[in-house]
């Protein structure tokens, strides 16, 4: 046999090693069920509870309530204080928009529907007042609205749905 021939032979029988224990593997790591060691998947449990963990910090931060007793109206007039008020809601929604990736997209819609609701609130009810209001006015309509009508805040409902979510986790 020549050098050419022999070469071909040791790849051949190299690839077939190689094959062979490819296939092996695979099939052990189909056997035990998850492509990643068992530390990772504790890794992962976490980093997705960790996440719920913010979303329910973030749905707090964003609540109506949370954000009247956190922004005192103070000197400014309505305007002022409806913007306020939204960006804080952007804000803390922008700075836990990676936890999507750890939570369901059911969790993540519930959230977020959490966000758009409570701005639509405020703006609805600064549209409502005159230009010269006082933020105080403002936040005055709000706590009425709350107390009056309970459930026109989805806030409870967010919350409920991620603390379940977060059970099936555990």
Do not use: C
Request: net charge negative.
């Amino acid at each position: 046999m020549d050098n050419d021939t022999l070469l071909w032979v040791a790849l051949v029988i190299v690839a077939i090693v190689v094959g062979i224990y490819l296939i092996f593997w695979f099939k052990e790591r189909k056997d035990n069920g998850s492509a990643q060691p068992a530390g990772q998947d504790t890794n992962i449990l976490h980093l997705k509870l960790q996440a719920y963990e913010r979303m329910v910090l973030l749905s707090e931060r964003i609540s109506l309530p949370s954000l009247l007793s956190r922004i005192p109206a103070g000197d400014m007039n309505v305007r002022q204080f409806q913007v306020m008020l939204t960006q804080q809601i952007r804000n803390e929604f922008e700075h836990n928009i990676t936890q999507q990736i750890y939570v369901t997209s059911e969790a993540w819609q519930a959230v977020s529907n959490l966000k758009e609701q409570n701005i639509y609130i405020i703006n609805n009810l600064a549209s409502g007042l005159s230009a010269d209001a006082k933020g105080s006015d403002l936040a005055r309509m709000m706590m009425e609205l709350l107390n009056t009508d309970p459930k026109v805040s989805l806030h409870p409902v967010v919350l409920e749905a991620l603390n379940h979510e977060a059970k099936r986790l555990m």
